[in-house]
């Protein structure tokens, strides 16, 4: 923990009555890491099929799965792949993934249920008559009781630009990345001046959205990520990555390291 007068020495922009201090906390740039990786995987002799789209999963005859997959090649639309293990990471999509193997009546429909969780981050711009604002640290306030979102929390890009967010809005679709709606920008600055008092409402301006896949009801109570390997379900070799929000980027190669331990 470090005290008020510690806080205020080292983020004078920054009002808090205490801080939990995470010295090694930092950010990543997610398209190098995500091209990283891709090279890794190519390397070894891995083939990536962007543009596929998993229409039904099946147990093989042979104790392995039968994944078919729309191709979006008019000439051969379809394809059957066939695996011994099969990783169900599909983010915003992976309930229904899970529940291809399923009956309507199994509990994976409701136990493995998502909900979308839409955040908009905003963008900040000093104006000329607006104090100016420096921070070297990301700033998270404290949560609310359901855990639901980290609340609109300061971030640094990677060019060292402040940013703020996400809010939350329940929404229906995990398609829906319009950033239009949402609360009044005069009370999400609210929101923010509870640690950042310098900041105006005119410094803000809506700049991206992303959607966060929960298990949890709204205002429902907390549900942590879900990695589990479904021999007992009766599908060894089937591991489902469900509700993987913030931060499974950041928590991606431990994830991936429980998966191997999982599989192996």
């Excluded at 806080?7 to 990283?36: F, N, R």
């Excluded at 319009?178 to 609360?183: F, H, I, N, S």
């Excluded at 959205?209 to 990520?225: A, C, W, Y």
Aim: proline share 6%; charged share 20%; aromatic share 8%.
């Amino acid at each position: 923990m470090v005290s008020q007068k510690q806080a205020k020495h080292d983020e004078p922009c920054v009002q808090a009555h205490a801080v939990l201090a995470s010295p090694t906390t930092g950010i990543i740039d997610s398209h190098a890491l995500m091209s990283a990786l891709h090279q890794d995987l190519t390397e070894r002799g891995a083939d990536l099929a962007v543009g596929t789209e998993v229409q039904a999963i099946h147990r093989d005859d042979t104790g392995g799965y039968r994944v078919l997959v729309a191709t979006g090649d008019s000439d051969v639309p379809y394809m059957a792949v066939r695996a011994a293990f099969v990783v169900n990471a599909a983010g915003l999509w992976a309930d229904r993934i899970a529940c291809m193997l399923v009956p309507d009546d199994h509990e994976w429909h409701s136990k493995y249920k998502l909900h979308f969780a839409k955040g908009r981050y905003y963008l900040h711009t000093n104006s000329s008559d607006s104090p100016s604002i420096s921070v070297q640290r990301l700033v998270y306030p404290v949560p609310d009781k359901q855990i639901t979102s980290l609340g609109t929390h300061l971030t640094l890009d990677m060019g060292g630009a402040i940013r703020f967010g996400p809010d939350l809005e329940w929404v229906s679709s995990n398609t829906d990345y319009a950033t239009d709606g949402g609360e009044p920008i005069k009370k999400v600055a609210a929101a923010i001046a509870e640690y950042l008092p310098m900041i105006q409402a005119k410094d803000l301006t809506p700049g991206y959205t992303g959607i966060r896949p929960k298990l949890q009801l709204p205002g429902g109570v907390f549900r942590d990520f879900v990695i589990k390997e479904e021999s007992d379900a009766g599908f060894p070799g089937f591991v489902n990555l469900v509700g993987i929000e913030s931060p499974g980027l950041t928590s991606s190669l431990a994830i991936a390291q429980m998966v191997d331990r999982l599989l192996h």
